[in-house]
């Protein structure tokens, strides 16, 4: 069984910054791609920023804000986010392409951090 886990949302003030991170664990033989996604009140899920084969990738409304760092060893990603605004505010997902030690691959996600700017 694999799972995938967001940790470290919460509320936070304008200009504020916040570190997420997600692991993977259970039964995993590889975890290639991860990827962060956001989903804000009323609005579609969008894609934050992805990490694979040691390339980073941002969407453009969070590029220079927002890093994207990897520990591959512990099938962690994490996400810092710098200079907080309130339109930042929504639940963070976290997404991993997995291989499983049956050899099944699959794509996880996790069950959303919530994120809330505001003063």
């Known amino acids: 069984q694999v799972q995938v886990v967001e940790s470290g949302g919460g509320l936070v003030q304008p200009g504020g910054s916040l570190r997420l991170s997600c692991a993977a664990s259970?039964?995993?033989?590889?975890?290639?791609?991860m990827g962060w996604h956001r989903q804000a009140p009323g609005k579609q899920r969008e894609l934050i920023g992805t990490?694979?084969?040691?390339?980073?990738y941002y969407a453009e409304s969070v590029r220079g804000r927002f890093t994207i760092s990897r520990d591959n060893a512990n099938n962690t990603i994490h996400l810092q986010l710098r200079g907080l605004q309130p339109e930042d505010t929504g639940v963070y997902y976290c997404?991993?392409?997995?291989?499983?030690?049956?050899?099944?691959?699959?794509?996880?996600w996790g069950q959303g951090t919530q994120v809330t700017v505001s003063s």
């Open positions: 259970g039964s995993i033989l590889s975890v290639y791609n």
């Open positions: 990490s694979s084969g040691g390339a980073t």
């Open positions: 997404n991993a392409d997995i291989i499983s030690r049956s050899g099944s691959v699959g794509d996880y």
